[in-house]
């Protein structure tokens, strides 16, 4: 066993005086030893629970065998760190997650893993490290939380909550009804309801291969996710039996089938940072132009919220994940003599998995549209990429061409926004917020919920080397590569500048010449980043474009 390196033979006897320090016995020695990654914490909505998960872990290891061994990984809320200088150090968490847990896992030796994640850059941070690391590896997250109920009995959700706070700038709603979403949108613990980074990033594990069938779908706050854990604990030491390790199940087919069914469930544009990083510590290369040919053959099945009214919770009802792949593998959409977690393939994993609500997973031959959910838009404003949700843009927003309102930062652009400068026709251009120039690469909900919340989401679009949240819909168009920071024509666009989108051409352009980009280009003078102390000072320095994933640099 890999762990006989911590407690077999004469040298490893001060080893095992201190695993004598833990009360463990000689039994529990002798068997392996398995790493159980909890990030429990306490100010995480979707992590308070999570204690729970690890206990149940725990059971499944110790009956089938194995000796559990429980440590930390930090989470970041989104939600709490959104709109503020918290935001700046939600994405950066990923590589912070994936580097400390390689340092624990070598430094123990554990013979295999078990990861409990669930909320935005925990799962992704995770998934780099089981890559990197690739000893037998399975995930078990905490689960989706419940939607909420308003006292009408329409449901909400997070992204209603922050859309909340324009429609009452704006005057659409009382102060009493927006006290009533603020008690009523987040019912339970969980990753937040809707189709969101943490949901999205949570359902492309079990399509990854690395988790559970449910591991994306099962509510928090029910007891069979307790028994999923049990089973994920149980399952690990069959992996470590039969020696399969995450690279042998994050293959380059699996990483298309992720792709595939990310189009097709219209997930978070976070997902394309997250696929290529992950797949780049399994040893894949993910172009993104890979993402519209996927998408162009990829019908779009689901529109959870925010694009639609439903939630994980009725996706979870609906079949989940394994239903909408069933669905796939009708058009031979999916490679499905890949092996997962589970010890089988693909195709024996999903099959007899009904779809069955048609309403609510549409059946392939009547999809939501004929195309994925998630565009890649190139052009002059964006020569290496930018990428929109295109399953939560209206349909007369595809197409659309306006003056530019240019922001050097969030709070400016919320700040126009909030005080009723931007009107219909409008393109909002927040800039210097990318993985350098932020230093970070913030979520932007704050400035599309106001837009959304005024009314405004099918007349104004908004443009960012920043990102979006999961939550946001409407033409909010991210990671524009390069950024701002170094240059990128983004950094060149002047307030009444005509950009023209055009979301079904995969397009995005701004109306001026090559002479006098290039004349602006040679007044541009680079900004030094707005943090330049500790770790974003370090971040900032070694992060790459949002094109390759923002991982970091390697050789230095």
Known sequence: MRSDSVKTGVQQAPHRSLF??????????????IGIVCSKNDIVPGHQHLD????????????????????????????????????????????????????????????????????????PGLLMAAARINVPTIF???????????DDGRRTCLSHMFEAVGA?????????ELEEYENKACPSCGSCSGMYTANSMNCLTEVL??????????????????????????????????????????????????LTVDMALGCSTNSMLHLPAIAHEAGVHIDLEIANEISAKTPNLCHLAPAGSTYIEDLNEAGGVYAVMNELDKKNLLYTDIITCTGKTVAENIKGCRNKNPELIRPIEHPYSETGGIAVLKGNLAPDSCVVKRSAV?????????????????????????????VAGDVVVIRYEGPKGGPGMREMLNPTSAIAGMGLDKEV???????????????????????????????????????????NANTINV??????????????????????????????????????????KENL
């Open 20 to 33: 004598n320090a833990l009360g463990m016995t000689k039994e529990e020695m002798e068997r392996p030893l």
């Open 52 to 123: 729970q998960i690890a206990e149940a872990v725990k059971t499944g290891v110790l009956l089938a065998g194995g000796t559990p061994f429980v440590f930390p990984a930090i989470a970041v809320c989104d939600g709490i760190a959104m709109g503020h200088v918290g935001m700046k150090y939600s994405l950066v968490t990923r590589e912070l997650i994936a580097d400390s847990t390689e340092c624990m896992a070598m430094a123990h030796q554990f013979d295999a893993l078990v990861m409990i994640p669930n909320c935005d850059k925990n799962v």
């Open 140 to 150: 078990v997250s905490g689960g989706p939380m419940l939607a909420g109920r308003m």
């Open 168 to 176: 009452y700038n704006a005057g659409k709603i009382s102060a009493e």
């Open 209 to 258: 291969g690395m988790g559970l069938r449910g591991n994306g779908t099962i509510p928090a706050p029910v007891s069979e996710r307790i028994r999923l854990a049990k089973h994920a604990g149980m399952q690990i030491m069959e992996l470590l039996k039969k020696d399969i390790r995450p690279r042998d199940i994050m293959t380059e087919k699996a990483f298309h089938n992720a």
């Open 394 to 422: 209206a349909p007369e927003m595809l197409v659309h061409s306006g003056p530019a309102r240019v922001f050097d930062c969030e709070e400016d652009a919320i700040e126009a926004i909030n005080t009723g400068k931007i």
């Open 461 to 503: 679009a908004l443009i960012t080397d920043g990102r979006f949240s999961g939550a946001t819909r409407g033409a909010s168009i991210g990671h524009v590569s390069p950024e701002a920071a170094v240059g990128g024509p983004i950094a060149l666009v002047e307030e009444g500048d005509i950009i023209d989108i055009d979301i």
């Open 511 to 552: 109306r001026v010449s090559d002479e006098e980009l290039a004349a602006r280009r040679a007044k541009w003078q680079p900004r030094e980043p707005k943090i330049t102390t500790g770790y974003l000072r370090r971040y900032a320095a070694l992060v790459t474009s949002a094109n390759t994933g923002a991982v970091l």
